[in-house]
């Protein structure tokens, strides 16, 4: 998705609103939270847990944190999305600990994006976002290219064109029932690529 | 070759192009059943935890992949209710707007509303107490009304009818009009002259 840096004008609206909710007006905060929610949504919270039922609880308890905790945030020149992107990683990484899941897999998910940090730096929250989502494609990518062929066109028609079942099978040229059985192992096989290659690199703290 | 598919999390993914066991088979329909649901933002809340954990993985290719948008009326829901989580799960006000954290937090209010209340209902039983208890106020009996202003048969009035007399009705309802016109006069009067 194309971006444009945040403007001078809208950064100055932005920190109009942080200023009136931090006075207590609760309200002013609405546009920004609206403005945001999404690149937090999916761009944060759900490729980190993968599960939109939780990803949008944690996105609520993100948006409601950051209205309690408004007063505690000082405007540095640029815009709050860093604050906001860094109170829904510490709300991953508690759903994580207090989860009986596969602590490969998760571990592989909070695996940390590196995003520019540099306080000078004046990256709006759509730089970031598309940051952020650049580098989990390139982490997507890299699983990928240790899978079968087969497999990895099965994710690609599936997951990523979306296509249905049937259009899927029909360009591999097999029945519907045997294109499940290939994208039900493409699935295995990226899940066992993917917490492969973070604990390989130093990403996972220990295994299953 | 077929594949033992007991141990879906862990164990070996089998070649692209090795059979598949029946029971794989039903595995597969079941994720690609979870899958189209997913996709279709349906889905359920219940699955194994083989199933929910390759659904993850499903997911966050997706994501990555920049597929998973948050609807509209999801997000604008989501916000609102944040924001009403954050002045402690008020019920919001009537504009659907949020009341502000200072006005929220004036929580003296209802305790003078209860403490003005109560003091109110003390002075009141105190004041009923002092005033000691109301006499019952005496209530005169009335007089008992008169037997001739009293509904009575005519029978003394008018006595036996002869034979001879059985025609003269009217002579009898003269008789018995005058009469209870004198009660009615008498009673009528009589009232006027109370105070």
Not at chain 1, 133 to 148: F, G, K, L, S, T
Not at chain 1, 164 to 172: F, S, T
Not at chain 2, 70 to 95: F, I, M, N, W, Y
Not at chain 2, 117 to 125: D, G, H, K
């Amino acid at each position: 998705m194309a971006s444009e840096p945040a403007t001078a004008v809208e950064l100055e609206e932005e920190q109009r609103q942080v200023e009136e909710a931090q006075a207590g007006n609760l309200d002013a905060m609405r546009p920004i939270l609206e403005r945001y929610a999404q690149p937090l949504y999916g761009t944060v919270i759900l490729p980190r847990l993968g599960d939109a039922a939780s990803a949008e609880e944690v996105l609520r308890d993100t948006l409601a944190t950051a209205v309690e905790k408004i007063r505690r945030f000082t405007w540095q020149g640029k815009s709050i999305y860093p604050w906001l992107r860094q109170i829904a990683i510490n709300k991953v990484y508690d759903v994580h600990r207090q989860s009986k899941r596969s602590r490969r897999l998760a571990d592989a998910m909070v695996h940390e994006v590196p995003i520019e940090s540099d306080p000078d730096s004046h990256a709006d929250a759509q730089l970031i976002a598309d940051q952020e989502r650049a580098a989990h494609r390139a982490r997507i990518d890299e699983a990928m290219v240790n899978i079968a062929e087969r497999y990895r066109l099965a994710i690609e028609l599936r997951l990523i064109q979306e296509l249905p079942r049937e259009d899927c099978a029909k360009k591999l040229g097999i029945t519907i029932g045997t294109f499940d059985v290939l994208l039900f192992r493409a699935v295995r096989a990226f899940r066992k690529q993917f917490g492969e290659r973070t604990i390989d690199s130093g990403g996972a703290q220990d295994g299953d | 070759m077929a594949t033992d598919d007991d141990d879906i999390l862990t164990g070996p993914v089998p070649a692209p192009d090795a059979d598949a066991t029946p029971s794989e088979r039903a595995r597969a329909k079941t994720f690609a059943d979870l899958v189209d649901k997913t996709l279709a933002g349906r889905t359920p809340p219940a699955m194994s935890t083989d199933d929910r954990a390759l659904l993850e993985v499903a997911t966050v290719i997706r994501a990555a992949s920049g597929k998973a948008e948050l609807p509209a009326a999801k997000r604008r829901s989501l916000v609102e209710d944040a924001l009403r989580q954050a002045v402690g799960g008020a019920g919001g006000t009537s504009s659907g707007g949020v009341v502000p954290i200072e006005r929220a937090r004036r929580r003296w209010v209802p305790w003078a509303v209860a403490g003005t209340s109560t003091l109110v209902a003390v002075a009141a039983v105190l004041l009923l107490w002092l005033r000691g208890a109301p006499t019952a106020p005496t209530v005169a009996m009335p007089e008992p009304t008169p037997v001739h202003q009293l509904s009575r048969p005519a029978d003394p009035l008018i006595g036996p009818i002869s034979r001879e007399q059985v025609g003269d009705a009217s002579t009898r309802i003269d008789t018995i009009y005058a009469d209870r016109l004198d009660g009615y006069r008498e009673r009528r009067l009589a009232r006027g002259r109370k105070p």
